[in-house]
DNA sequence: GCGACAG
DNA sequence: ATCTTGTCGC
């Protein structure tokens, strides 16, 4: 028989154990709050896998509230981990980092492609991100990862809550586009729910995914052809 | 024991 | 994430 969804290979317990630690001295440092001021740059990132053992990390940074891209940088690297649900930073974070360090201007605000909060122990990628960097930054995710919501009306802009078996808001599910599947913003680090939806929305020009997040997406591709 | 499972 | 042609809906 077939499988009907994506099966995940059963990682090693200790690697499992360690990182998940790792994790929780991380979110000590989390902090959920408004940002200083007005986003002036705002930076998008997304990795992607030339080949499997292969990581290419890229970053942009666009000038906000108009969108422009400002800058485009990316880093290759080897891959040191499996895609392990829920440990996703530890595979893609080291490279995206390096990949930052390459940015000649500074990003107000980072738009990272995962969740924020939106995770079994609120630390997803952005967060991770957020505190490594100490740095704002919040999450924008095809895919939920933990917690319900109700089906958000099909038009551009309906949103309706992401929330844990306790109630607790984890983020906001968001139609970023009448009638295409919705999106998953949560903050991250030095950011609030508030601010990731508003900037998120702010961020829309027509596609299901904000302008950070898209560009960053396609300037991987690029990258990955250049490489050959 | 049975599902769920970012990229 | 990645592999991939045709095809359904606005």
Redesign the pocket.
């Known amino acids: 028989m077939a499988y009907y969804?994506?099966y995940?290979p059963p990682a090693d317990p200790l690697i499992v154990r360690d990182l998940t630690r790792q994790q929780d001295e991380l979110r000590a440092h989390l902090r959920l709050e408004p940002l200083m001021a007005e986003p002036t740059l705002i930076a998008g990132c997304?990795?992607?896998?030339p080949t499997p053992e292969t990581v290419l990390s890229v970053f942009v940074v666009l000038r906000f509230p108009s969108l422009e891209l400002v800058e485009k940088v990316y880093h290759t690297g080897p891959v040191t981990l499996p895609?392990i649900?829920?440990?996703?930073?530890f595979r893609e974070a080291p490279n995206l980092l390096l990949a930052y360090d390459k940015l000649q201007h500074q990003p107000d605000v980072i738009m990272v492609?995962?969740?924020g909060i939106a995770?079994p122990r609120r630390m997803?990628?952005a967060a991770h991100l957020g505190v490594l960097l100490d740095r704002p930054t919040f999450?924008v995710?095809?895919?939920?990862?933990?917690g319900t919501f109700q089906e958000p009306a099909p038009e551009k802009g309906s949103i309706s809550p992401l929330t844990d078996k306790s109630g607790e808001l984890l983020g906001q599910v968001i139609r970023s586009k009448d009638?295409v599947l919705p999106l998953f913003v949560s903050p991250g680090h030095r950011c609030d729910q508030a601010t990731a939806t508003r900037l998120t929305l702010a961020c829309l020009r027509g596609y299901k995914l904000p302008e950070p997040t898209r560009l960053a997406d396609h300037w991987a591709e690029e990258f990955?052809k250049e490489l050959r």
């Open positions: 969804r994506p995940h997304d990795s992607s896998f895609y649900p829920g440990l996703l930073a492609d995962g969740h995770h997803g990628i999450g995710a095809k895919n939920k990862l933990t009638k990955k």
